[in-house]
């Protein structure tokens, strides 16, 4: 997809703030709940390669600065295992109001995209020879060489936090998780990681846009809470998923 370098900046800089927030999670969810959250999301993983005929994945995304929303991006993908069809469509809106919007589709012989910045449309015929494998919409991350050993080390990190995620039954089947992490609760470890993340992030965004609206955080940075919560059903399989980090920081000018 042809895509502008602001648009390239506002979505690289999306989808490192959800890794953090992910990451954020998943130190978090862990307790009594932990394995069976765990297994509920492998199986999920698992179904959406192959297992569902078809299915919809619903992102919603934002970074706010003391209310102010600095980034808010959504993206509603549709993926057909059964016919080989996949349709993405996408909007970031950044702190000056500007909208962007991508479109893509995707089927067993073609794939097909729009960019913001040009009212037409691209087609790109696949090769002949191009296996079902490498047009999948959806690969089980689980299933990628090192995902076993990013476990295990996951596994060994969270220490402690094993008693922070509840799960309880719900009436029409499945499982509730939820979970938080007070200031207080968060290790030293995420927190060191955090702070250069972040740094990483700001110093990132400001070569790339002078414009940009993100603060210029330069130390005491430290993550405050986080909180999630996820929904299975009676199938075994992660519904809807949820997540806030809150983070804190001094900027250069105090």
Known sequence: MKISKKASTILAFSIGACVFVSTALADMALGSGYDQLKASAKRTSQQ???GLNNYTLDL???????GQTLLHSTSIQ???NTNQMNENTSTDLNAYGETTNHYSYSDAERNIWKSNSEDKYYVTNYPSDMTREARKAYRDPFKEKGAAEMEKIVDAVVGNLKDYVQAVDRPEGGKAFSGSLSAAQVPAL???VSS???????GDQSRMDRKSQLPDIDSDI???KVTGSANENGSGLLENVTGTAVLSGKEKNG
């Open 48 to 50: 959406l390669e192959q």
């Open 60 to 66: 919603d995304f934002s970074l706010t600065d003391n």
């Open 78 to 80: 549709k993926i057909d």
């Open 190 to 192: 995420i927190n060191a």
């Open 196 to 202: 250069f993340g972040v740094k990483q992030m700001i």
């Open 222 to 224: 430290f993550v405050k």
